[in-house]
């Protein structure tokens, strides 16, 4: 083995031992005023109108909850009835039911969401 391998197998050696390991450490972003965004993505494209609105019995108020409304549901090739069902309240939000409206390409369905306000 010449001087010239010796040495480089000395310097790698060497600065292998100089490496410095970064820890880092990942910390959660805190959002003092989060979005709220719908959980569910849906667009739902209709081509004839809702049924009139879905008749059901609201049950009592329920302290911290909101009653979400139940409402038609399109399935391709008809509606039927989704139930209604409690939300939990979010402070400083109001919850918008789920509602439908008419496009020049039929009708949208909002799924039901909370919103600022």
Do not use: Q
Not at 28 to 41: D, K, L, N, S, T
Not at 64 to 77: H, L, S
């Amino acid at each position: 083995m010449s001087i010239r391998h010796v040495a480089l197998v000395a310097v790698t050696l060497l600065a292998g031992g100089c490496v410095e390991e970064r820890v880092v450490h990942y910390r959660p972003v805190v959002i003092e005023h989060p979005v709220v965004h719908r959980e569910v993505v849906e667009e739902v494209i209709a081509p004839e109108p809702p049924p009139p609105r879905l008749v059901e019995v609201e049950p009592l108020p329920r302290p911290g909850y909101v009653w979400a409304r139940g409402y038609w549901r399109w399935t391709g090739r008809e509606y039927v009835a989704a139930p209604g069902h409690w939300e939990v309240v979010r402070p400083g939000y109001r919850y918008v039911h789920p509602h439908y409206e008419h496009h020049r390409d039929g009708w949208h369905l909002h799924v039901g969401v909370w919103v600022n306000g």
